[in-house]
């Protein structure tokens, strides 16, 4: 996937309530899927108190972006009513690589299903709201490994392009650096010329 897509700024939490009912919805980006099910466990282990947190997520699946990856549950909510709402927010805001959990603490007074949708829209919605939306490039995440004699040239290099990286000073030295995929090619064959092919990329 070339080009940019929507996901969200920063995680953000909002809430309200229902007729007793107290619903918080949890929003924040995820790059893989992996991190989507990190948050979700997270927010389920934070608020195991609840009634129900039903998570849901849209997640590039690939590198190249080509397989898009939708998940939600209504965990324990009446079919349709909770996960599926959820999900169809971000399908609307046509919102990437982010995920949601909308928590919920029971106040005593069904909804009925009609309710829930709405109950559960809104929470992504408030939460959408307040994390905002941003136009972002793909990402991938280069791993490199160098000697300390290298070390200088490529952290000089990657903070010439303002990429976030880690380093870390061991045995070597290692970069781990979120480049743009459609500057990936180009910024691993500065860092093997500047090194001359020493550095190790993967």
Same mark, same amino acid.
């Given at each position: ?24 919805? *949890?929003?924040? #980006? $995820?790059?893989? &899927?992996? !991190?989507?099910? %990190?948050?979700?466990?997270?927010? =389920?282990?934070?608020? @195991? /108190?609840?009634? *129900?947190?039903? #998570? $849901?997520?849209? &997640?590039? !699946?690939?590198? %190249?972006?080509?397989?898009?990856? =939708?998940?939600?549950? @209504? /965990? ?5 009513? $909770? ?12 919102? =990437? ?106």
């Amino acid at each position: 996937m070339t080009g940019t897509y929507r996901t969200l700024a920063e995680p953000a939490t909002a809430e309200f309530v229902v007729q007793g009912s107290e619903f918080l919805g *949890h929003a924040r #980006p $995820a790059e893989s &899927v992996d !991190a989507a099910e %990190e948050f979700i466990e997270t927010v =389920e282990r934070e608020y @195991d /108190d609840a009634t *129900h947190n039903v #998570p $849901a997520y849209r &997640v590039r !699946a690939d590198a %190249e972006g080509n397989f898009l990856r =939708e998940y939600s549950s @209504d /965990d324990g909510e009446p079919s349709g009513s $909770a996960g599926k709402p959820a999900l169809n927010v971000l399908a609307q805001e046509e919102l =990437e690589n982010c995920a949601v959990v909308v928590t919920r603490y029971y106040g005593g007074t069904n909804l009925g299903v009609g309710g829930l949708v709405r109950a559960y829209s809104k929470a992504v919605k408030d939460a959408v709201e307040e994390a905002g939306v941003i136009e972002e490039r793909p990402h991938e995440r280069v791993a490199i490994t160098v000697e300390y004699d290298d070390s200088g040239t490529v952290r000089g290099i990657i903070e010439s392009e303002s990429y976030e990286f880690d380093a870390s000073y061991e045995t070597d030295v290692s970069f781990g650096v979120r480049v743009p995929v459609a500057e990936s090619e180009a910024f691993k064959d500065r860092l093997r010329s500047a090194t001359s092919g020493r550095a190790d990329l993967e």
